[in-house]
């Protein structure tokens, strides 16, 4: 009786999956957290607990995939380590050689001899060499100068160096995020998805960057697969304080289903937003904010993917939403902290 609750409940819960990427949002949040703990636990009884369930399994392979989880739901042997540290701790012992350095050290008496050493005095020679400084005093200064101009060139400023952390991080993400999309696509049969990505904040340059990210081909013996959604089409929005960027790409065997200019254009069309940039696979645009009009980014990032979907939809490109009205659907206040 109480397994077939919980298929009932796992099946309420792989529906939603179908066309979500996480719970709530497109962000892990405490939902997330709270049942992929759950899951962990009923695992170590019920093996192939989600054995028929592929939409859970796509998420819940995507939530153990990350860093913080990996932290918590893995096992972590400390004794290994132990014996490590006790190794590294005895190793000290071998410094009671030390003993015969100091013998060593008594060697210095021997050193006496370098009272020899008064020859250096044959170095005032050098004194010859005072010669050249009358040609060319200030000439070598001047040439010094060259040289440290050419390590100034060398070094980055500080504006370079935050954009190049800044796009690590976009690319980070856009890989992580493409693999999220090439899951719930496959599971879902979906040839198409819109999302939202936050590091580009609004910066369409990093926002394409995100989208590359998103599409590359991953590499063979990478320890973390990134990317792998070029053959899906997609729409992503990013939001800045000052803009909401959106980045339209859809493959070339799907550019004869599917316009991206016109995608772009209807998604953009209701928000008083614009195309900036256009071509038969990617174009770009952006809505700017305007608080006299009641145009805040984060407030119609959501409104915007939703158009987006529908506009899929009437091009019978997106499936329609056919849960139940009266099936369960899971929030923040479901799970207390």
């Not at 939530?63 to 932290?71: D, I, P, S």
């Not at 719930?184 to 580009?200: K, N």
């Not at 990617?282 to 529908?310: H, Q, S, W, Y």
Request: include cysteine.
């Amino acid at each position: 009786m109480a397994k077939s609750d919980v298929n009932k409940a796992l099946d309420v819960l792989n529906k939603h999956l179908l066309s979500n990427t996480y719970m709530v949002g497109h962000r892990i949040s405490l939902a997330d957290v709270s049942i992929t703990c759950a899951l962990a636990d009923a695992e170590t009884v019920l093996p192939d607990l989600l054995a028929n369930f592929s939409n859970i399994k796509r998420w819940y392979g995507t939530c153990r995939a990350q860093a913080e989880f990996k932290e918590v739901l893995t096992s972590a042997s400390p004794t290994p380590g132990a014996k490590q540290d006790s190794k590294k701790a005895a190793a000290p012992k071998k410094e009671a050689a030390p003993k015969k350095d100091a013998k060593k050290e008594a060697a210095p008496k021997k050193e006496a001899a370098p009272k020899k050493e008064a020859a250096p005095k044959k170095e005032a020679a050098p004194k010859k060499e005072a010669a050249p400084k009358k040609d060319a005093k200030a000439s070598p200064k001047k040439e010094a100068a060259p040289k440290k101009e050419a390590k100034k060139e060398g070094k980055k400023s500080p504006e370079e160096e935050a954009k190049e952390k800044k796009l690590k991080k976009v690319v980070k993400e856009g890989g992580k995020r493409g693999v999220e999309i090439e899951g719930a696509a496959d599971m879902g049969g979906l040839q198409f998805f819109c999302t939202s990505v936050d590091e580009p904040e609004g910066d369409l340059e990093m926002l394409v960057e995100s989208l590359n990210a998103m599409n590359a081909v991953a590499i063979p013996g990478d320890e973390e697969r990134k990317g792998c959604s070029g053959h899906i089409g997609k729409t992503i929005f990013s939001c800045g304080t000052e803009r909401l960027a959106v980045a339209a790409y859809v493959p070339e065997d799907k550019q004869g289903a599917l316009n991206c200019e016109e995608w772009l254009k209807n998604t953009l069309q209701n928000f008083q937003g614009k195309v900036l940039t256009s071509s038969p696979g990617l174009c770009t645009g952006e809505v700017k904010a305007d608080g006299d009009k009641g145009i805040f980014p984060l407030k119609i990032r959501e409104p915007m993917i939703l158009e987006a979907n529908n506009f899929l939809r009437q091009k019978g490109l997106f499936p329609e939403d056919k849960e139940d009205s009266d099936e369960m659907v899971f929030g923040d206040d479901d799970f207390p902290s």
